[in-house]
């Protein structure tokens, strides 16, 4: 669906549902994400969530230890929801930003880690060319050696790695772990359909890649 690439998309949708979602998988229950995210990011680093939306990942990494958390959102409401319930929370010091994944407003090398649930499922809906500018981005604000993206989605490595695994992103898979869907999953049609590939989301399993960045072209 085309219109998950698009702000006002968002915006209403979390006008009308402000309550907390998380897509694919929780930190706080996907034993396999944390553990990934633990081994790859260490408690001190400066980490990038893109396209937050409304999920508790930030929330939840900042109760694990991690201290340099920096959630950016196209969506300005997601971004005030967060905010909000940082406030109520005591002031979680968790920086929101209202920010475009295609055109990023950090210096090259800005963060040592990247977290990305479901965005570029979003922007591959619309636009193969939205899913290429979003990756390029991410390459150029990860530190250029040792810096890491985790990518979560529904797309299985047949689909997806042809896209990650191109030479000009400057980065090699780490590791990839098919980790089992949660029992309840709200708003499944809409979950698939995000995955950006029309049939091609695996209905079995949710899909992690950990990919590594490299200093120069391999
Ligand atoms: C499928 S939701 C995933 C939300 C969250 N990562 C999670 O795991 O629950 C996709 C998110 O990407 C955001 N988004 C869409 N296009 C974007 C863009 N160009 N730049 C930044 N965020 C974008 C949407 O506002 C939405 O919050």
Redesign the pocket.
């Known amino acids: 669906m085309a219109r998950?690439?698009e702000?006002h998309y968002?915006d209403e949708r979390y006008t009308y549902d402000p309550e907390p979602?998380?897509?694919?998988q929780r930190y706080s229950t996907c034993g396999a994400f944390r553990d990934a995210v633990r081994e790859c990011v260490k408690k001190s680093d400066q980490v990038l969530?893109?396209?937050?939306?409304?999920?508790r990942?930030a929330e939840e990494m900042y109760a694990d230890g991690f201290s340099n958390l920096f959630n950016?959102?196209?969506?300005r409401v997601?971004c005030k929801l967060l905010d909000e319930r940082y406030e109520r929370a005591g002031g979680l010091p968790i920086d929101n930003r209202v920010?475009?994944?295609?055109a990023l407003s950090f210096n090259d090398g800005s963060f040592d880690a990247i977290i990305?649930?479901?965005?570029l499922?979003?922007?591959l809906c619309a636009d193969p060319a939205?899913g290429h500018a979003?990756l390029a981005e991410i390459s150029r604000v990860l530190r250029s050696s040792g810096g890491c993206f985790v990518h979560v989605t529904d797309c299985p490595p047949d689909k997806r790695l042809p896209l990650l695994q191109n030479a000009r992103l400057r980065w090699k898979l780490h590791r990839h772990v098919a980790l089992p869907r949660p029992l309840l999953v709200h708003h499944l049609p809409v979950a698939k359909a995000?995955a950006g590939d029309g049939d091609g989301a695996d209905a079995a399993s949710h899909h992690m890649y950990v990919l590594k960045r490299t200093a120069a072209l391999h």
């Open positions: 998950y690439a702000k968002w979602f998380d897509w694919f969530l893109v396209g937050a939306g409304t999920s990942l950016l959102d196209i969506s997601a920010g475009d994944a295609q990305d649930k479901g965005t499922d979003a922007l939205a979003m995000a």
